[in-house]
């Protein structure tokens, strides 16, 4: 069961920016796997092509913008998993805005006893993992990305 109603526009809009790499309005089976390739992940041709015909409602090779809500769905999996995953996201970003800045992660971190090194230094790893299109924040398409398609 996919839940697409949570998902508000706005992290539409920058999921889809994350995606479409070459910014021409569609998302290829090439972007799809270069995205997970760049999470750290791994994607097959076969499963980037079975996600891709899963969104694509007028076969023309790529997903605009108005067939991507169905993509994102399908990425983004299960509706238990994912509500535990957008949970774990609510609770760093403390000011709600969609976004976890460094200095957000830096306040989890100095709460929690996990961490004895340099805290700062450990914040800004944290981000630099997260923060695949490397605007100094990370939004939660990026987190839920890396969260569910890194290699361990």
Do not use: H
Request: glycine share 8%; net charge negative.
């Amino acid at each position: 069961k996919v839940i697409m109603a949570e998902v508000k526009e706005t992290e539409l809009e920058v999921a889809f920016k994350l995606f479409d790499q070459d910014k021409d309005g569609l998302v290829t089976t090439e972007e799809l796997k270069m995205l997970i390739e760049k999470v750290g992940g791994c994607m097959s041709e076969g499963e980037a092509r079975g996600m891709m015909r899963q969104a694509n409602k007028d076969s023309n090779g790529g997903i605009d913008y108005s067939e991507f809500r169905k993509l994102w769905a399908i990425v983004r999996g299960e509706e238990e998993d994912e509500l535990e995953i957008r949970e774990d996201f609510r609770r760093v970003d403390l000011d709600g805005n969609g976004f976890i800045t460094k200095e957000e992660m830096l306040v989890v971190i100095s709460d929690c006893d996990y961490f004895v090194s340099d805290k700062l230094v450990e914040a800004q790893k944290c981000i630099a993992e997260l923060d695949v299109d490397q605007d100094g924040q990370v939004s939660y398409p990026e987190f839920i990305l890396v969260w569910k398609y890194r290699k361990q």
